[in-house]
């Protein structure tokens, strides 16, 4: 074999090893929340709240419950906050909900927030931590196990569309900027970067599949929102920086039936800076409230 043919093999067999291992580093970061500090708490709406911790697989999750003025009488909205967010990320969705005589938990899922450290996290975990979450609040005496609602931004709203697709005691849930399938979601991380998805993000994907153990179609939330038959609200923004519009298209197609909502001039984390998408969200758990709250006799 001539020497130019052998520096052409090993460069390709280092370009090959090179792409592997960046790679393996994108799919061990993207699974490496950052905490970020939180400064904000219900008090700071004008709300009393109640400080709380509960386990989940072993570690610390701490959050608050805002009880309404009639907790067993009340409905329970769990907030499921979004990839390094925390519940304080959900305070303004709280600002314009807390007028409703709801419940509200909100809660940090593990590495998130002040919950207790985690080696990675994946939607996997997220939806472990929302079970958990719901395990806390039926432990309640104060509250009503069957008046629970579901409020997920972001993966909190994949983790939101994952539980209640396993469970019948879910009311309804609005699901606000999430993703709907990991393919285009990998696209999207590395669209940033210029990096294609072939080889890199395939590559990333088999590494998710090693380490998580899961087979990822399964986890897809366009393949569990087939399966909801709680009563559920689509929302997105069209301007979305971090999950594009294509996935709201994406999960629409797969629950047509649903009730939908595209904020044209929306972004990620601004939603709630629009009327119309307050007003809708306000009115989906209001509706929602009327349906389940227990009627109290004259």
């Given at each position: ?13 280092l370009?090959?090893v ?11 970061v993207a ?6 500090p ?18 989940s ?10 009880a309404?003025?009639?907790p ?26 807390k ?14 927030g ?15 931590d ?31 569309v994952t539980v ?6 879910i ?15 990998t ?40 399966k ?8 997105h ?26 904020i ?14 307050r ?20």
């Open positions: 074999m001539r020497k130019i043919d052998i520096m052409i093999l090993a460069s390709i067999g370009l090959i090179l792409t592997f291992l960046f790679s393996y580093f994108l799919s061990y699974l490496k929340p950052k905490r970020r939180k400064k904000k708490t219900p008090a700071d709406l004008g709300l009393d709240f109640e400080e709380i911790e509960f386990l697989a072993g570690t610390r999750l701490s959050g608050w419950f805002v309404s003025d009639n067993s009488r009340s409905p329970t909205l769990v907030f499921v906050h979004g990839w390094e967010s925390s519940s304080q990320g959900m305070l303004p969705h709280l600002e314009y909900l007028d409703l005589k709801l419940n509200f938990l909100l809660y940090d899922a593990r590495g998130h002040d919950s207790g450290p985690i080696d990675y996290m994946s939607l996997v975990r997220m939806s472990e929302l079970e958990n979450a719901l395990k806390y609040a039926l432990s309640r005496r104060d509250l009503n196990p069957n008046q629970i609602l579901l409020f997920g931004h972001s993966m909190g709203a994949a983790a939101a209640a697709a396993r469970r019948h005691d009311q309804g849930l609005v699901a606000s900027s999430g993703f709907a399938n990991f393919r285009l979601l696209e999207d991380m590395l669209r940033p970067m210029k990096i294609p998805y072939w080889p890199v993000g395939s590559l990333m994907m088999l590494f998710w599949r090693l380490k998580i153990q899961i087979k990822i179609d399964d986890w897809n939330p366009t393949t569990s929102i087939r909801i038959r709680a009563p559920l609200l689509l929302a923004g069209g301007n979305d920086e971090v999950v594009s519009s294509t996935h709201f298209q994406r999960l629409c197609d797969s629950l047509p039936k649903g009730d939908h909502l595209l044209t001039a929306g972004r990620h984390r601004n939603l709630h800076e629009f009327e119309e998408y007003l809708k969200v306000i009115e989906f758990f209001k509706n929602l409230a009327q349906k389940t709250s227990p009627k109290i006799p004259e």
